[in-house]
């Protein structure tokens, strides 16, 4: 007799930082969401989450435990919501939150997807819904955030600092394979940001590494930018961009500036990706904790929930994350539907929250 094999139930375990400020209002609004995308689509969400902040920080004098990576290293992916507050330096909530989860789980991709949507205005003159879609593709774990560097004379005229960029071969190729590869599954162009007009040593090596692999993809079409003519190419043509690969620096920058023009960074997802899955990759909205307007209720959850759905697709739910992202769409678009100020609004963060999921719920 030839049984039928019942597949095993997909069951995911996944670490939460809800951190300091709107972290702790827009996070469960992203649970409420994924937990709806898992129940419609059969599988489950184990969450357990961890209260390492600049809470903790002021109590204990650590922003996490000495093992915190080993903990963490169990989990199939990390949802973060932003940690920073003022009281704490930001140069300690980076590094001593972020950057070593980055970085101790080689998480070299951060991925951050630029889409203007339906219902949302562009600050931008004319543009219309699906004509600004493009990928910013920053390295993640090295170039101009390095903790290299130090000071000398402290405290006199002569005080000097200097801080170090590395730049490795394997990081360089490794960042741009994987943007080469994205382009191919999009519309096969890739930007480089560049400034080796300026920086005499590392970008020159960027921009060599840069031909080297891009020489790999023959199918795939190029061009680089030096970084200042590049931000002003994304506010007068962002529809000339597909997939734009930059440092750890440029990156950052092109990635606020991204969400800037396509309405609001409260929207804008990101994903810090170890594609070699050894490690577990960590997912979080754009934005910070916004202490502005932390406590009030009033933060777009959407950054947070698309940024689940980047953290569905990456567990291999493809059609889970699709049906969230339609959902936002779906919201965003609909004129009755509920949003935040920042959109134009005076919703709450658990009104839009239940919007999404009440959509991801929905089959229609
Ligand atoms: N990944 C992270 O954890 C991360 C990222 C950026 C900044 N930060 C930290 O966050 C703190 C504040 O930084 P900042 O002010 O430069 O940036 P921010 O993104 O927190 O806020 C910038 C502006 O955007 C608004 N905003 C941000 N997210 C919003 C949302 N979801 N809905 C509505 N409005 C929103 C804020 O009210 C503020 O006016 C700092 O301590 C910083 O270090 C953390």
């Known amino acids: 007799m030839v049984g039928s094999v019942t597949p095993a139930p997909r069951h995911y375990s996944i670490a939460t930082i809800p951190g300091d400020g709107i972290g702790k209002e827009v996070v469960p609004a992203g649970q409420e969401a994924l937990d709806a995308a898992a129940h419609r689509f059969g599988f489950s969400l184990e969450w357990s989450t961890f209260d390492w902040s600049c809470e903790r920080y002021t109590r204990v004098g650590r922003m996490m435990p000495d093992d915190a990576l080993d903990q963490l290293r169990l989990f199939d992916a990390i949802f973060l919501g932003a940690v920073g507050f ?8 980076l590094w001593g939150l972020l950057l070593p989860i980055r970085r101790g789980f080689q998480q070299y991709v951060n991925l951050r997807p630029v889409k203007l949507l339906r219902g949302v205005e562009s ?3 004319g543009r219309d819904a ?3 879609d493009f990928v910013v593709v920053r ?31 394997r990081g360089c190729d ?11 599954t999009r519309r096969m162009h890739v930007t480089s940001a560049t400034k080796s007009n300026g920086i005499l040593h590392s970008m020159p090596y960027w921009d ?11 199918d795939v079409k190029t061009n680089r930018f030096h970084i200042d003519i590049l931000s002003a190419h994304f506010v007068r043509h962002p529809d000339w961009f597909d997939v734009v690969v930059g440092s750890n620096l440029f990156g950052d920058i092109l990635s606020d500036l991204g969400p800037a023009v396509v309405g609001s960074i409260g929207i804008a997802p990101s994903a810090n990706l170890n594609p070699e899955r050894e490690f577990p990759s960590m997912f979080e909205p754009v934005h910070g904790s916004a202490p502005d307007i932390a ?11 698309w940024s689940g759905a980047m953290m569905l697709e990456h567990l291999g739910e493809v059609d889970a994350a699709r049906a969230v992202e339609g959902a936002i769409e779906s919201v965003l678009a609909d004129p009755r539907a509920p949003r935040t100020a920042d959109l134009g609004g005076s919703a709450a963060t658990v009104d839009v929250a239940r919007a999404v999921t009440n959509a991801v719920s929905s089959r229609a």
């Open 130 to 132: 699906g004509s600004i």
């Open 174 to 184: 490794r960042i741009m394979r994987y943007a080469f590869e994205l382009a191919r």
């Open 295 to 305: 406590g009030r209720g009033i933060a777009n959850p959407i950054g947070q929930i």
């Open 86 to 93: 003022p009281g704490v330096p930001d140069h300690v909530s």
């Open 123 to 125: 600050p931008l003159r």
């Open 208 to 218: 060599e590494r840069f031909e080297a692999i891009a020489a790999e993809y023959p």
């Open 139 to 169: 390295e993640n774990t090295e170039g101009e955030y390095s903790d290299v560097g130090g000071r000398q004379n402290e405290g006199d005229a002569n005080e000097l600092v200097t801080q170090t960029a590395i730049f490795t071969r």
